[in-house]
């Protein structure tokens, strides 16, 4: 590595910067590759969630900061801001501030989804296609998320707020910045409230998100934001099927149309994860034709485009794979070791452009029309009276608590940090105060 790229890698590290909006990975591990392309994945295709819209709007700069940070550190030689072309008058503040940057320009990008999925936009950027079971940095690019660079220029200041959208059935959608450990109930607070009786909600996106009826749950770095709907509706009640249900549901229903299969992203871009072959798995109660059929999962990326939009007959793929991935796993069997890994290079399917599914067909079929509203920026500052600083905020290690009960801390303190020569990142306080309750999971403080 560089100098440069050393010194960058271990700010982030310092800062606690991961991945934001996603599944928290440690941005420092990226930072020490070597890409052609650094890729801004500013797609946000998840229904109703506009925080990097919102970030993008009030904060490119320090983005672009971050970007061109990455860029140095990777030796990357152009940068792409991958964002959907509808954003017209964000788009023509980015091209101008794009033009006064060395090599960096904007990808403008169909309305659909998955566009924000990384292996997508790597194809849409460059052309080219990650090997099953790859990362993009196997084809040169480097993929972050807005959030992740506005972080990164900021590097090494800790990351103590992140940034949340609560839309849904809240009284005021927002999109705002709070302290790392509040509560979902404080920020659903903060946008006036429910207005169900009995609200539920969808944390990070009504596609990839999980279902949660707890709002005690804290904010972590890796937060997009929530989705509040009644408990009874379509979605939630899909989205919360156990297995026992949805893999007897499918076991008797699914007639093999392969329609789950035609719609896939990662199917489209030429890898062999064929979700209606997953779906046959149910009919064996193990042996060799369950494992086979079964590993035609291994390559899902969990859009969840067959369960919630494809499937005629309103089944769930999805999680069948997720399920048939799990059981692959304590088999000790990936795609690398799988019987489907035949070392080719993947193709494009030459009907991907006609298969793009819409976000705004997909909103509908998510029954989401009536929640679809903006959620507007909002830069009020919100001090809490307590926080829980969770120490599991990223893939990797979890951190083990810096701090003892009863002691005082400053904001940005370290308040855990992962053992020496593991994968993960310290987190911080993020308010001044007392230090409460300490355990495995978290760190207490009461300001």
């Known amino acids: 590595m560089s100098d440069f790229s050393t010194e960058f890698s271990g700010n982030l590290r310092r800062a606690g910067v991961v991945g934001a909006g996603g599944a928290g990975f440690p941005s420092y591990v990226k930072a020490q590759g070597r890409a052609e392309y650094a890729l801004v994945n500013a797609a946000e295709c998840e229904p109703l969630l506009k925080k990097d819209q919102k970030i993008l709007e009030y904060f ?54 998955p566009a924000g999925d990384e292996q997508c936009l790597v194809l849409e950027a460059t052309g080219r296609v990650v090997p099953p079971g790859g990362i993009p940095l196997d084809v040169g690019c480097v993929v972050s998320n807005v959030e992740t660079l506005y972080n990164a220029s900021f590097a090494p200041k800790p990351v103590t707020e992140t940034f949340i959208t609560v839309n849904g059935a809240v009284k005021n959608p927002a999109t705002f910045r709070v302290p790392v450990g509040v509560t979902w109930a404080e920020a659903a607070e903060l946008c006036g409230g429910f ?7 969808i944390d990070g996106g009504p596609m990839m998100g999980k279902v949660m009826t707890d ?3 804290p904010v972590v770095k890796a937060s997009a934001g929530i989705i509040v709907l009644p408990r009874g509706h379509p979605l939630i009640v899909k989205k919360a099927q156990s297995r026992p249900i949805f893999s007897r549901i499918g076991r008797s229903v699914c007639d093999q149309c392969s329609f789950c299969t035609e719609f896939c992203p990662r199917y ?37 485009l067959c369960s919630l939009y ?56 998510l029954g ?3 929640y679809n509203r903006d959620a507007p920026w909002s830069d009020a500052v919100y001090k809490p009276l307590r926080v829980r600083i969770m120490m599991s905020q990223h893939i990797g290690v979890p951190c083990v608590p810096s701090v003892k009960e009863g002691q005082r801390v400053e904001k940005g303190a370290v308040a855990g940090d992962v053992p020496s020569g593991k994968l993960g990142c310290p987190v911080h306080a993020s308010i ?7 355990n495995d999971k978290y760190v207490e403080i009461i300001a």
């Open 60 to 113: 490119p700069e320090k983005v672009f900061d971050g970007l061109e940070l990455l860029m140095r550190a990777t030796l990357a030689s152009r940068g792409l801001v991958g964002i959907k072309k509808k954003h017209e008058k964000l788009i023509w503040r980015l091209e101008e501030i794009a033009k006064g940057r060395r090599n960096v320009s904007v990808l403008k990008l169909g309305d659909y989804y």
């Open 195 to 201: 207005t169900v009786k009995a609200p539920v909600y």
């Open 215 to 217: 709002f005690d749950v």
């Open 268 to 304: 489209l871009l030429g890898h062999n994860v064929q979700p209606h072959r997953v779906m046959r798995s149910l009919l064996f109660s193990g042996g060799p034709e369950h494992k086979l059929h079964s590993q035609y999962a291994l390559l899902c990326c969990e859009c969840s």
């Open 310 to 365: 494809s499937c005629p007959e309103g089944l769930n793929p999805r999680e069948v794979c997720v399920s048939a991935k799990a059981d692959l796993r304590e088999l000790k069997t990936g795609f690398k070791n799988s019987a489907l890994n035949d070392g080719k290079q993947p193709q494009p399917h030459p009907v991907r452009d006609f298969r793009k599914v819409p976000v705004s067909k997909l909103v509908k079929r």
């Open 368 to 370: 989401l029309a009536d």
């Open 432 to 438: 001044t105060g007392t230090v409460g309750k300490v």
